[in-house]
């Protein structure tokens, strides 16, 4: 399962910039491209220090990671929701994401101009809720409309569904995300069908200049103390460093530039991380001399899921997996010497697999 992010921002807070970076970025290897599949959707491997480990130990033919992929939602300005700049094309292009990178400005330049006329980045993020707010109300009217006709010809389960409609119809024109609202997962169902915009998960970036992008300034903490209530985190990421990181292929040329500005790691980096941390995913791996290949998958999925995420068909004549730990791999170094160690673990269905888990899957079809 490949991460699906949507990239949105009000014009001149930095995103396009942000999303060239990552579409101009180098790979650490030929093997690892990125791709721009669309205009506006790029394609990005994700780094794994255990997929170089694992490629040492293996020597296979072929490397894999796992990807994520970029979409950069152009167009969203006050009135989106309306129809405004490019709104209603790209409003729906984010009902397709799995996560919401919301790039906020948090730097001052005077060449710059800001569409309010100054920096505020509690404004821009408020401008960009609403529309999508706006357009959710839309979603829920509607099905609360037929729901409510269902009702009253004493459809019981519309009844249902109309407390719960209504409760999201309040927050939204209280200007809540949906998110915000704390749901059971059967009430989830009655919304499911309408691919909320705001009930999408979210992380903010700070878009901040290359002296804060350590710790922060006024702006990062005026924005980070208004998304509190939300739980969501706030990266700092420096689209201008990002943009230089970019053009460089050297892998220590990158660490020494990172090292000038105290950094052990790009925002890149950082925020792919937040991206898997915030859909609670983790990722196993295969390991043979045809490839290693990165797998992704929820936190808590057990063996049979990991297992169908190859193929269907490994699920549904799943056996057993064999799972290795890396660390036991780095210490015997060959599959054979791990069996004879004891260190294979032979898995039923009920295993949940971990992250980092080295897995071969048997099966019957």
């Known amino acids: 399962m490949g991460l699906r992010c949507g990239i949105v921002g009000l014009p001149n807070v930095g995103k396009s910039t942000l999303f060239n970076a990552l ?13 721009t599949i669309e205009p506006n959707v790029g394609v990005i491997t994700v780094p794994d220090e255990r997929l170089r480990i694992l490629e040492e130990l293996v020597n296979p033919k072929r490397v894999l990671p796992t990807i994520i992929e970029f979409v950069d939602i152009a167009g969203l300005v006050k009135g989106a929701s309306k129809g405004e700049g490019l709104g209603n094309k790209f409003l729906a292009n984010i009902r397709e994401v799995d996560a919401i990178i919301h790039v906020v400005r ?17 404004f821009d993020k408020d401008v960009i809720d609403t529309e999508l707010q706006i357009k ?6 509607k099905k609360l409309a037929k729901s409510e006709r269902s009702a009253k010809s004493g459809d019981a389960a519309a009844k249902k569904e109309v407390v719960v409609l209504q409760r999201f119809k309040d927050a939204l024109e209280a200007g809540q995300n949906a998110r915000a609202l704390e749901v059971t997962p059967e009430e989830l169902e009655a919304v499911a069908d309408l691919q909320l915009l705001t009930i999408k998960p979210v992380i903010y970036v700070a878009n901040v200049d290359e002296g804060s992008i350590q710790n ?18 706030v990266v700092l990421v420096s689209a201008a460093i990002e943009s230089q990181i970019a053009e460089m292929e050297d892998p220590e040329e990158k660490e020494m530039f990172l090292g000038e500005y105290g950094l052990t ?10 991206s898997y941390s ?7 791996f295969t390991a043979g001399p045809q490839e290693v290949r990165a797998w992704t998958v929820h936190r808590g999925d057990k063996a049979p899921a990991a297992a169908g995420v190859i193929h ?3 699920e549904k004549g799943f056996i057993r997996a064999e799972v290795i730990k890396l660390p036991d791999y780095q210490q015997f170094k060959t599959e054979a010497k791990i069996k004879e160690a004891g260190k294979m673990a032979v898995e039923g269905k009920e295993y949940v697999v971990q992250d980092g888990d080295i897995m071969h899957f048997r099966f019957n079809v």
């Open 265 to 274: 790691e790009s925002g890149l980096n950082r925020l792919i991380r937040a």
């Open 216 to 233: 922060g300034n006024a702006h990062v903490a005026a924005l980070q103390a208004h998304v509190a209530q939300e739980g969501a985190e």
């Open 278 to 284: 915030l859909l609670n995913l983790i990722t196993y």
């Open 136 to 141: 959710d109300l839309e979603s829920i009217d």
């Open 23 to 35: 579409s101009n970025a180098k790979a650490e290897s030929a093997n690892y491209p990125f791709c």
């Open 106 to 122: 948090c730097f001052d330049d005077e060449n710059i101009v800001h569409v309010a006329g100054g920096v505020d980045p509690v």
């Open 312 to 314: 269907s068909d490994f």
